[in-house]
């Protein structure tokens, strides 16, 4: 049981023993002091009565604990999952006081009033609990792992990147550019977002003409831009030399804002094998077992239900990489395993040894394609929204002749799993389309075509 479950399930007997002590408490002052119906009974049986309480509190929650989930959105299993609790914790309480002979048993002012007082103070504690505490708790978990993941992250890049000198300003950097290089390339990734744009580095304005400009696979992120962003891309658009853009949306802003036409080619992780690609990752497994990798960006609630019943489907654990971007409230709860010890390297891994593979993000969907994975890309935004990045999936999937792979979350597993990929075809389409964007980016180098 890792961390959130054993705190989650603490709190849960926290939760129970408050709630069952506080009703018998507020049903004795009712029905024992100011309504007098309740008889006083012997101390010995007072003692055994509670202790028999106690006894039944901790054997339900022992056994109940295990499904709580209190980072789950659903109130509807909220409720059942409350009175399933309070039903059994009074059933067996009960039937032990039954079979202990106990005379309090008799006394159905109590027993009735406490049992109702019980679960109003067991659904109140779990409200108060969920939307107000595990949210602190979570949220400084998620402080201190992030620094380990950043860790991680650092250590890969000083062992894996060649970087320039440091310049102060894009002045200086467009001044030793005249000097150092020969040609200065951008990409890939969403890089002509509106907002880097604004922020003018991507653009190669900086770049004196005299040195070649190159933007290889680089990616508008959304299918249009504002206006404001328009007339800048118009200007950077036109001075960079040779521009090839990762999606068939972007092929046509392009020609659509600069009047040019430029061809698709694919993302940079697209032109090495997954053969390659094992030169910067361990051989071994790192994770043991059988295993569903889940890579979610986006905060889609109908994603994470998918995998957990893609769980209960295939007996597989899930492993899940949280809080990529930000704190997700979706990514709580979830996942049996959330490692935050994990650099580029060991996400190639993780993707390889999976079993299944549920994703929203791109490369994750281009890695478990080069793996041959099992996998599930879902969108991470309404198709029809002018921000949606989905476009970059359509022409992945496209370019590679896979379908059906591109799900919504709400489909039946059993179909779902019956889907089959051929990827010794898909794997020839990507060579094809791998070789051409070579033979691309080679001219580009070379300062050849346009």
């Given at each position: 049981m890792n961390q959130q479950k054993r705190f989650q399930s603490g709190i849960e007997f926290i939760i129970n023993l408050i709630s069952l002590f506080a009703s018998h408490a507020v049903a004795y002052l009712i029905f024992g002091l100011i309504i007098p119906k309740i008889q006083n009974y012997e101390r010995n049986d007072r003692v055994e009565y509670t202790i028999v309480l106690l006894l039944s509190a901790i054997i339900v929650s022992l056994y109940f604990s295990v499904e709580i989930n209190f980072s789950v959105r659903n109130r509807e299993f909220e409720l059942t999952s409350t009175l399933k609790n309070c039903f059994l914790t009074y059933a067996l309480f009960g039937v032990m006081l039954i079979l202990t002979k106990n005379p309090i048993i008799d006394s159905r002012y109590l027993f009735l009033s406490s049992f109702a007082f019980y679960i109003a103070f067991s659904l109140l504690g779990r409200y108060v609990f969920k939307h107000y505490m595990i949210k602190k708790f979570s949220k400084n978990r998620y402080s201190e792992l992030s620094k380990v993941r950043a860790e991680k992250f650092y250590a890969f890049s000083r062992k894996q990147f060649r970087l320039s000198p440091k310049y102060n300003s894009k002045a200086e950097l467009g001044t030793k550019c005249k000097d150092n290089y020969s040609s200065v390339l951008v990409g890939s990734d969403q890089l002509w977002l509106p907002g880097n744009i604004a922020a003018d580095y991507y653009t190669l304005n900086f770049v004196p003409e005299s040195v070649n400009s190159i933007a290889y696979a680089t990616s508008f992120g959304q299918s249009s831009l504002p206006k404001d962003s328009e007339k800048k891309a118009e200007k950077f658009l036109k001075?960079?030399?040779?521009?090839?853009?990762?999606?068939?949306?972007?092929?046509?802003?392009?020609?659509?804002?600069?009047?040019?036409?430029?061809?698709?080619?694919?993302?940079?992780?697209?032109?090495?094998t997954g053969d390659e690609w094992m030169s910067i990752q361990?051989?071994?497994?790192?994770?043991?077992?059988?295993?569903?990798?889940?890579?979610?960006?986006g905060n889609n609630p109908p994603h994470r239900e998918f995998a957990k019943r893609l769980k209960e489907a295939t007996g597989c654990k899930i492993i899940?990489?949280?809080?990529?971007?930000?704190?997700?409230?979706?990514?709580?709860?979830?996942?049996?395993?959330?490692?935050?010890?994990?650099?580029?390297?060991?996400?190639?891994?993780?993707?390889?040894?999976?079993?299944?593979?549920?994703?929203?993000?791109?490369h994750c969907s281009v890695f478990s394609i080069l793996y041959k994975r099992q996998f599930f890309t879902f969108r991470r935004y309404n198709?029809?929204?002018?921000?949606?990045?989905?476009?970059?999936?359509?022409?992945?999937?496209?370019?590679?002749?896979?379908?059906?792979?591109?799900?919504?979350?709400?489909?039946?597993i059993v179909d779902c799993l019956k889907i089959e990929t051929d990827f010794e075809s898909v794997h020839k389409k990507l060579e094809g389309i791998r070789q051409k964007s070579y033979e691309y980016l080679l001219a580009a180098l070379k300062d050849e075509g346009s």
């Amino acid at each position: 049981m890792n961390q959130q479950k054993r705190f989650q399930s603490g709190i849960e007997f926290i939760i129970n023993l408050i709630s069952l002590f506080a009703s018998h408490a507020v049903a004795y002052l009712i029905f024992g002091l100011i309504i007098p119906k309740i008889q006083n009974y012997e101390r010995n049986d007072r003692v055994e009565y509670t202790i028999v309480l106690l006894l039944s509190a901790i054997i339900v929650s022992l056994y109940f604990s295990v499904e709580i989930n209190f980072s789950v959105r659903n109130r509807e299993f909220e409720l059942t999952s409350t009175l399933k609790n309070c039903f059994l914790t009074y059933a067996l309480f009960g039937v032990m006081l039954i079979l202990t002979k106990n005379p309090i048993i008799d006394s159905r002012y109590l027993f009735l009033s406490s049992f109702a007082f019980y679960i109003a103070f067991s659904l109140l504690g779990r409200y108060v609990f969920k939307h107000y505490m595990i949210k602190k708790f979570s949220k400084n978990r998620y402080s201190e792992l992030s620094k380990v993941r950043a860790e991680k992250f650092y250590a890969f890049s000083r062992k894996q990147f060649r970087l320039s000198p440091k310049y102060n300003s894009k002045a200086e950097l467009g001044t030793k550019c005249k000097d150092n290089y020969s040609s200065v390339l951008v990409g890939s990734d969403q890089l002509w977002l509106p907002g880097n744009i604004a922020a003018d580095y991507y653009t190669l304005n900086f770049v004196p003409e005299s040195v070649n400009s190159i933007a290889y696979a680089t990616s508008f992120g959304q299918s249009s831009l504002p206006k404001d962003s328009e007339k800048k891309a118009e200007k950077f658009l036109k001075k960079i030399k040779h521009i090839g853009v990762r999606e068939e949306s972007g092929q046509k802003l392009v020609k659509e804002i600069a009047d040019r036409n430029v061809p698709v080619v694919c993302d940079p992780t697209l032109l090495f094998t997954g053969d390659e690609w094992m030169s910067i990752q361990k051989k071994e497994p790192i994770v043991e077992g059988k295993y569903i990798l889940c890579y979610f960006l986006g905060n889609n609630p109908p994603h994470r239900e998918f995998a957990k019943r893609l769980k209960e489907a295939t007996g597989c654990k899930i492993i899940a990489l949280t809080h990529l971007d930000e704190f997700v409230k979706s990514d709580e709860g979830y996942a049996d395993e959330t490692p935050y010890d994990i650099d580029p390297a060991d996400f190639l891994n993780l993707i390889r040894n999976a079993e299944y593979v549920c994703t929203d993000s791109f490369h994750c969907s281009v890695f478990s394609i080069l793996y041959k994975r099992q996998f599930f890309t879902f969108r991470r935004y309404n198709r029809n929204t002018k921000q949606s990045t989905n476009s970059r999936l359509d022409t992945l999937f496209n370019m590679a002749g896979i379908t059906g792979r591109l799900l919504t979350g709400e489909e039946n597993i059993v179909d779902c799993l019956k889907i089959e990929t051929d990827f010794e075809s898909v794997h020839k389409k990507l060579e094809g389309i791998r070789q051409k964007s070579y033979e691309y980016l080679l001219a580009a180098l070379k300062d050849e075509g346009s």
